[in-house]
């Protein structure tokens, strides 16, 4: 089973950038859509990004504009590019598929953490 695995979180100051990477363990070549969730303290778990096989993108309301999704198929790997960062993007973020009936099993994700 593929196994996913969040990184590139941290601690920064409101107004500053973070680049997640998400590597898969297997082939996300066949995915048609991967994206990047969130799950801020005490709020149910949220999608912030998605990114088509073609590239196509689509973004929360809440980010557009400041944050930008891409992947790599070679590298079996997502990113998201996170910009002006607020403290209301603070969370525990996830990649994932999106748009599928089944998920892979969810990875420990990675802090973010935006201090005003």
């Known amino acids: 089973q593929v196994q996913l695995v969040e990184s590139g979180g941290g601690l920064v100051q409101s107004g500053g950038s973070l680049r997640l990477s998400c590597a898969a363990s297997?082939?996300?070549?066949?995915?048609?859509?991967m994206g990047w969730y969130r799950q801020a303290p005490g709020k149910q778990r949220e999608s912030v990004a998605r990114?088509?096989?073609?590239?196509?993108?689509y973004y929360a309301d809440s980010v557009k504009g400041r944050f930008t999704i891409s992947r790599d198929n070679a590298k079996n790997t997502v990113y998201l590019q996170m910009n002006s960062l607020k403290p209301e993007d603070t969370g525990v973020y996830y990649c994932?598929?999106?748009?599928?009936?089944?998920?892979?099993?969810w990875g420990q994700g990675t802090q973010v953490t935006v201090s005003s």
């Open positions: 994932n598929m999106m748009g599928s009936a089944t998920l892979w099993p």
């Open positions: 297997g082939s996300i070549s066949s995915i048609n859509s």
């Open positions: 990114i088509g096989s073609g590239s196509r993108t």
